[in-house]
């Protein structure tokens, strides 16, 4: 699964951790969180992530 970057504030998405504290469960793709999803840093829209390459 891809991992995407918050181009707000560069917290990465990791699909293997999820985002627990947002109901988003490990192994979610990315594109399975709910549209309404904010990034848990920053706060940004879900359409202000990129996918991410290492």
Aim: glycine fraction near 10%.
């Amino acid at each position: 699964m891809k991992k995407y970057i918050c181009r707000v504030c560069g917290y990465i998405y990791v699909p293997e951790e999820g985002d627990p504290d947002s109901g988003v469960a490990p192994g979610t793709a990315f594109e399975d969180i709910p549209d309404d999803w904010v990034c848990p840093v920053c706060g940004a829209a879900k359409e202000d992530f990129e996918p991410f390459e290492e």
